[in-house]
């Protein structure tokens, strides 16, 4: 009886409750669910990933999210190649609750348009619009029951259990981002200064969802804003204040961050290797802390996010645990890597 009250608690809670996707803690790193306008920063054919997991399915506040995305960068060609956007497409899946009973899926294709504001230099304004399609679902074939227990196996999954399932919810989703950007030097390995400010609207079109009798709820827009700077502080050793915030209805989060880069290479190699490190303080919670490095095309980075609070669900579930995040982001070049718009690399 008490996993079925506290299964149907969390459905309620799911589909009356939850207005808000979870988010990645490498910010950076899930470049095109932070802002569509950064589809169109890359110079290169490019593939990026991120994998967040926190608790384990028995657990009440147990969520993992996966994202993917491919972008395509447009040039044009005159005296040499500029990029003037990209597109992409984005894979999204989320699963949380009691035995991951909860699941949002969406695909999302990415378009961006950048003006570069001055022939001689690197300042640009990046606009980007992003639309796809959601499917929310609650699917409860994982969940033991009382009426499935044997004194003498434990478990039967052969005994009829209680059946917790729903329709999918298909519903469009669309939004709008903007980025400026602003730097030194093309070249990545002597850039000693830029900036970077962004600001993005999700769910422009505030769809609403219905749940079989559960009556309707709305996905409000949620309003993210950022920024970036890279100063030198010593010869190859750079630091990078960040802010970050969020708002929707009522609900806000304001996160400090600061990161600490370096490269390191030797006379010998024609490879240098950007390392970094560097954390988040979310204020009135508590702080994400991260690694990651960067060699050639390849960029890895690792965080801990030490949650006890979040911007979704999970406010009103409370009991957020410690959750862990990779990143992954590969750029096949077909163009001057040192161009890219400068960000930390997570």
């Known amino acids: 009886m008490k996993k079925k009250a506290l299964t149907l608690t969390l459905i309620i809670l799911s589909i009356f409750g939850f207005s808000q996707e979870g988010q990645f803690s490498q910010y950076f790193a899930s470049t095109s669910i932070l802002n569509p306008s950064f589809t169109g920063t890359n110079p290169n054919i490019s593939f990026n ?12 506040s147990y969520f993992e999210l996966l994202q993917a995305t491919f972008t395509y960068p447009l040039m044009r060609t005159t ?8 597109v992409g ?25 950048a003006i570069k504001l001055a022939k001689l230099s690197n300042q640009s304004v990046i606009f980007g619009l992003q639309g796809g399609l959601v499917q929310n679902k609650i699917d409860g074939s994982g969940l033991q029951w009382g009426s499935q227990f044997s004194r003498y196996i434990g478990f039967d999954g052969l005994r ?27 070249n990545l390995y002597v850039r ?56 929707s209805r009522g609900n806000s989060q304001i996160n400090a961050g600061m990161y600490f880069s370096t490269l390191v290479s030797s006379v010998r190699s024609k490879t240098a290797i950007l390392l970094q490190t560097g954390a988040w303080y979310r204020f009135g919670d508590s702080i994400i802390v ?42 096949f070049s077909i163009a001057d890597t040192f161009r890219n718009i400068s960000s930390p690399i997570f």
């Open 79 to 86: 005296s040499k190649d500029h990029q003037i956007g990209g």
């Open 49 to 60: 990933t991120n994998f967040k997991r926190s608790g384990t399915q028995a657990n009440e």
């Open 89 to 113: 497409v984005t894979f999204f899946r989320e699963r949380r609750g009691f035995e991951g009973i909860y699941t949002a899926q969406k695909v999302l294709l990415s378009g961006a348009y």
């Open 290 to 331: 991260l690694g990651g490095f960067q060699i050639d095309n390849l960029r890895i980075g690792g965080s801990f996010d030490l949650n006890t609070r979040s911007f979704d669900i999970n406010q009103a579930l409370g009991n957020n645990l410690p959750s862990y995040e990779i990143s992954l982001t590969y750029d």
């Open 160 to 186: 009829d259990g209680e059946t917790v399932n729903s329709s999918p919810i298909f519903y469009p989703t669309f939004n709008f981002g903007v980025i400026y950007s602003a730097f030194d030097n093309d």
């Open 192 to 247: 000693d200064k830029s900036i970077l400010l962004g600001a993005s609207i999700d769910n422009l079109n505030e769809p609403e969802v219905s749940q079989d009798g559960f009556g309707a709820t709305q996905r409000y827009r949620v309003y993210r804003a950022f920024g970036s700077a890279k100063m030198d502080i010593a010869p190859r050793v750079y630091m990078h204040p960040s802010g970050y915030a969020l708002y």
